[in-house]
């Protein structure tokens, strides 16, 4: 048998927009389900369902304007036996019969003007209701509807998000939108894509430095000896290579880790996976944006192998020449920009790493020494360390015997 649902008396209303439907043909509904959401200038009123049963049509669209008596929606009446005796026979006609009204049920106000809850966020009865239900603030929500309504969509939408955030482990983080703004307002602009290595480290650096606790130490080390010892030993070999900064502390870095292996692991879960291998990433400025290609097993190189593979790793990463194997498998990385300037900064972890050391411009500086000021050249050098796995205690600890293992080193060439 098929009925038809009504507009039930909207308290003297007339003409009232449909702003939501909520029914489609083909769904099964039941008796007081939400039909459609009307809002007038001073009330938001749900219809509903006086019946349960099959929708067959819908027989209102959005904006259209709805009186008392209305129709709503085309049923195929779904009736117990029990509810059969309660329906009025006049009320409910066959499909073959012209179509009679069926009883409706009186609209639920649900929101008035000055309600507190919809001051200034528009959603219907039906997405409240939802929202509600999921704990979701509509006030959150980016609205995608008419006139800046919220949809049930818009509640999904948002959830899902929160979802994936929590599932990437920045769940809490409730952060205004980015600002978009048309920047030729102001002046002349140019476009620039980002490179694909942009985007690739972008994205990881980004990963890093939101989940992971970053510490950066940061001191100096008086190098004057070893830039004598390097600068001489690079006068004695006028083909080759040369002894650089970099390679000098790759391979202190070995000594320093050993003692202090903390820094040469990876946290996994509540476990510290500690390796015993040293392969050493170092960061490579490219045309192309940032590459760190990996030292594979420093322990085993003696410091001009060493130079000579940071030298001919850098110029391959240089020339797009490096292969992937050659990116992967770092236990530790250095970034150096001592050949460029500065003193301090911050590096990002290079996870799963929990420590990156930061190199800087090496810089005369006057230093006290026996009650006089002496010239020595200092190298300034930055830690940063993941603070779940490194406390300032050993990040300063580790950071004595580093300086005090390339001090060494002048001993072992
Ligand atoms: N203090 C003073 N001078 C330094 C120095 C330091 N700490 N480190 C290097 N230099 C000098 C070298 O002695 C060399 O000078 P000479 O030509 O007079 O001998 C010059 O700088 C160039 O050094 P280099 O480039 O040959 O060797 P390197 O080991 O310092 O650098 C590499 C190699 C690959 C690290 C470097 O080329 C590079 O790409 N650096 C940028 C790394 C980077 O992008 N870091 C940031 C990452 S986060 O965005």
Redesign the pocket.
Known sequence: MSIQLLVPDLGGFENIPVIEVLVQPGQTIKKNDPLVTLESSKATMEVPASHGGRVLRVLVQLNDRVSQGSPVVELDEIVSTEQQAQIEIPQVVTKSEPLQPSVSLPAKIVSLPGQPFSASVHASPTVRQFARELGVPLEKIVPSGPNKRILKTDVQQFVKQLVQQNTNGIGGFSLEPWPDIDFSQFGLIQKRPLTRIQKLTGAYLHRNWVRIPHVTYTDEVDITDLENHRQTYNEQQPVGV?L????YLLKALVAALKTHPELNSSLVGEELILKQYYHFG????TSQG?VVPVVRDVEQLLLPQLAER?FQM?ERARSGQISPRELQGGSFTV??????GGRFFT??INAPEVAILG????QIQPIWSDGTFVPRSM?PLSLSYDHRVVDGVLGARFMNTLKKELLLLLNQI
């Open positions: 040369k650089t900064i970099l390679s170092f960061a490579v400025d940032l940071v850098a970034s150096s920009l001592g050949s460029v590096p990002i190199v800087g411009r090496t190298l």
